[in-house]
C-alpha cells in the first residue's frame, strides 16, 4: 500500500486514499454484481433441477406402479401356465387310452378279415369240387356265393364306416374330455353289437346244419331234394267224384304225412350274411367229409 500512495506531511495524501476506496468499491460491486447473477443463474438451474427431479420421481413411481402389474401379471401367467400343463397332461393321458381302444378295434378287424379270407379259400377249393356234389350242394353253393357277395358288400360298407369314424376320431382327439367319453361309449356299444352277432351266428349255424342234415338224409334215400318255396301256399285238393247209386263210397285213404318245414323258415334269424356265410361254409365242409 505504500507504493500505491504518495506520501504527505503527516501521512499519505487523501485523494489517492479516496480513489483507491472507489477503485475498491467499483471492483467489490462488479464482484457482487457478478455474484448475484451466477447466484440467479445458480438458483435458476436449481428450480430447473428441482422440477426435473420432480418428473423423474413421478416417472420412477409411474415405473414401479408398471413393474408390480407387470410382476402380478407374471404371477397370474405362471398359474395360468401350470394350469394348462395340467390340462394338456391330462388330455394325453385321455388320447392315450382312446389309441388302446384304436388299437383293439384294428387288431379285432384284422381277425375278422383273416376269417373272411380263409373262408374265401375254403370257398375256392369247393367250388373245384362242384362236380362231386348233388344239385342241392350245387343249389346250396349258389346261396353261398350270393350271401358271400352280400356279405362283401355289406362288409366294404361297415369297413368305410369304420374309417369314416375312425377319420372323425381322430379329428375330435384335440376337443374336450367329454366328447373323448361319448366316443368311448360308441366304441363299447359297437363291441356290444359284435358280440350279439357272433351269438346270432351261432345260433344260424346250427339252423343251417339241421337243414343240410335233413338234405342229406334225402339224398341218402336216393331222392333229391325239392327246393320249396319259401311262402307259397299248398294247391287247394280237389273232391272226390260222387259215387253211382247203389255203389259204396270208396273209403278215404289217409292223408300223406307232410315232412315239416324246416326250422329256418319257422324261426327266422336276423344275423349279418358274413355270418350266413361261415354258417353253411362250415356245414358244406362237415357234409363233403360224410360223403
Given at each position: 500500500?505504500?507504493?500505491?500512495?504518495?506520501?504527505?506531511?503527516?501521512?499519505?495524501?487523501?485523494?489517492?486514499?479516496?480513489?483507491?476506496?472507489?477503485?475498491?468499491?467499483?471492483?467489490?460491486?462488479?464482484?457482487?454484481?457478478?455474484?448475484?447473477?451466477?447466484?440467479?443463474?445458480?438458483?435458476?438451474?436449481?428450480?430447473?433441477?428441482?422440477?426435473?427431479?420432480?418428473?423423474?420421481?413421478?416417472?420412477?413411481?409411474?415405473?414401479?406402479?408398471?413393474?408390480?402389474?407387470?410382476?402380478?401379471?407374471?404371477?397370474?401367467?405362471?398359474?395360468?401356465?401350470?394350469?394348462?400343463?395340467?390340462?394338456?397332461?391330462?388330455?394325453?393321458?385321455?388320447?392315450?387310452?382312446?389309441?388302446?381302444?384304436?388299437?383293439?378295434?384294428?387288431?379285432?378287424?384284422?381277425?375278422?378279415?383273416?376269417?373272411?379270407?380263409?373262408?374265401?379259400?375254403?370257398?375256392?377249393?369247393?367250388?373245384?369240387?362242384?362236380?362231386?356234389?348233388?344239385?342241392?350242394?350245387?343249389?346250396?353253393?349258389?346261396?353261398?356265393?350270393?350271401?358271400?357277395?352280400?356279405?362283401?358288400?355289406?362288409?366294404?360298407?361297415?369297413?368305410?364306416?369304420?374309417?369314416?369314424?375312425?377319420?372323425?376320431?381322430?379329428?375330435?382327439?384335440?376337443?374336450?374330455?367329454?366328447?373323448?367319453?361319448?366316443?368311448?361309449?360308441?366304441?363299447?356299444?359297437?363291441?356290444?353289437?359284435?358280440?350279439?352277432?357272433?351269438?346270432?351266428?351261432?345260433?344260424?349255424?346250427?339252423?343251417?346244419?339241421?337243414?343240410?342234415?335233413?338234405?342229406?338224409?334225402?339224398?341218402?334215400?336216393?331222392?333229391?331234394?325239392?327246393?320249396?318255396?319259401?311262402?307259397?301256399?299248398?294247391?287247394?285238393?280237389?273232391?272226390?267224384?260222387?259215387?253211382?247209386?247203389?255203389?259204396?263210397?270208396?273209403?278215404?285213404?289217409?292223408?300223406?304225412?307232410?315232412?315239416?318245414?324246416?326250422?329256418?323258415?319257422?324261426?327266422?334269424?336276423?344275423?349279418?350274411?358274413g355270418g350266413q356265410a361261415g354258417g353253411l361254409l362250415k356245414t358244406i365242409a362237415k357234409l363233403l367229409g360224410g360223403r
Open positions: 500500500m505504500d507504493g500505491l500512495f504518495k506520501s504527505a506531511i503527516g501521512g499519505f495524501r487523501k485523494a489517492d486514499v479516496l480513489a483507491y476506496i472507489e477503485q475498491l468499491n467499483a471492483e467489490n460491486q462488479k464482484a457482487s454484481s457478478e455474484l448475484l447473477s451466477r447466484i440467479d443463474e445458480l438458483e435458476g438451474e436449481t428450480h430447473t433441477l428441482r422440477d426435473e427431479n420432480a418428473a423423474l420421481r413421478e416417472r420412477i413411481d409411474s415405473l414401479d406402479g408398471l413393474l408390480e402389474q407387470e410382476r402380478e401379471g407374471a404371477k397370474e401367467l405362471g398359474e395360468k401356465v401350470v394350469f394348462l400343463n395340467s390340462q394338456i397332461n391330462a388330455q394325453r393321458d385321455k388320447l392315450s387310452r382312446s389309441d388302446l381302444e384304436i388299437h383293439g378295434l384294428h387288431s379285432e378287424r384284422d381277425e375278422l378279415q383273416e376269417m373272411v379270407r380263409q373262408y374265401q379259400e375254403k370257398l375256392k377249393g369247393y367250388e373245384e369240387r362242384q362236380g362231386e356234389i348233388s344239385g342241392a350242394l350245387v343249389e346250396a353253393k349258389r346261396m353261398a356265393a350270393d350271401l358271400v357277395r352280400q356279405g362283401k358288400r355289406q362288409g366294404r360298407e361297415e369297413r368305410d364306416r369304420a374309417l369314416a369314424e375312425l377319420e372323425s376320431l381322430s379329428r375330435e382327439m384335440g376337443q374336450l374330455g367329454d366328447q373323448v367319453a361319448g366316443l368311448s361309449e360308441t366304441l363299447r356299444t359297437a363291441a356290444a353289437q359284435m358280440q350279439g352277432n357272433l351269438r346270432r351266428m351261432e345260433d344260424t349255424v346250427e339252423l343251417y346244419q339241421l337243414r343240410l342234415e335233413e338234405m342229406r338224409g334225402q339224398l341218402s334215400g336216393g331222392k333229391l331234394p325239392a327246393i320249396a318255396p319259401a311262402v307259397a301256399p299248398p294247391p287247394p285238393k280237389e273232391a272226390p267224384p260222387a259215387p253211382a247209386k247203389g255203389e259204396e263210397p270208396l273209403p278215404k285213404k289217409a292223408a300223406p304225412v307232410q315232412p315239416e318245414p324246416p326250422l329256418c323258415r319257422e324261426r327266422p334269424v336276423l344275423v349279418s350274411t
